[in-house]
């Protein structure tokens, strides 16, 4: 009888973004990159973590990332028009055949079309009683 098992943690490191970014839908389909460093040969995902009460993606928990080179993790996140979000966190997942999972939280977080207050480029008029948010149709 052979037994195939993996003991130790899958280490995830060099998480990106590192750095806070705003995507606006109405300035060229803003994106960013999501990205992860581990061992080859993954299952590779991320996810928004979105406030309460913010609306999720169509419903999706988890979006795939690819491994675009030996144990490097990459994917692309568009803002939808229909989404309004501050302080969004991204967590990187990562899988192995042996069912093991490692999680990690990037250091920077989304704004997606979240406007302040007398900024120049809002796409609408905002919501009565609501000036911080855009009245976005759906």
Do not use: C
Request: aromatic share 6%.
């Amino acid at each position: 009888v052979v037994v195939d098992v993996k003991f130790g943690d899958i280490e995830i490191t060099n998480v990106q973004p590192a750095e806070d970014v705003v995507l606006r839908s109405n300035t060229n389909n803003d994106s960013v990159t999501i990205s992860f460093e581990s061992e080859e040969g993954l299952n590779a995902s991320y996810a928004l973590r979105l406030p309460v009460g913010t609306q999720s993606i169509n419903g999706v928990n988890e979006l795939p990332l690819e491994e675009v080179a030996p144990g490097v993790y990459e994917g692309t996140f568009t803002a939808p028009v229909t989404m309004s979000a501050d302080d969004v966190a991204i967590e990187v997942i990562a899988r192995d055949s042996y069912g093991n999972e490692a999680r990690q939280l990037a250091e920077g977080k989304l704004s997606i079309n979240a406007w302040a207050p007398g900024d120049k480029d809002r796409p609408v008029k905002p919501r009565p009683g609501r000036p911080d948010l855009p009245n976005l149709t759906r």
